[in-house]
């Protein structure tokens, strides 16, 4: 998944931040949301305000639908 908030096209300027590939000025809750950008390039920094790596959620495993019996 790609977030604004770990690419390294993301500048803080202040209370916001400026996408550099589209040229926009972008709040708090867009880059916490997950973008589409064709221009998305993973910044060796991580996050722009904690400098956390992403780390992407583990897959959990499938369940069958095979009836166990408990008793």
């Known amino acids: 998944m790609k977030y604004c908030r770990y690419c390294a096209n993301c500048l803080t300027i202040g209370h916001y931040y400026y996408c550099d590939e589209r ?31 992403y780390r992407p959620k583990k897959r959990k495993p499938v369940v069958c639908d095979v009836e166990i019996s408990l008793f």
């Open 23 to 53: 040229e926009i000025v972008l709040s708090f809750s867009q880059i916490r949301h997950q973008t589409s950008c064709s221009g998305f390039y993973p910044s060796c920094m991580g996050d722009v305000d904690t400098g956390r790596q």
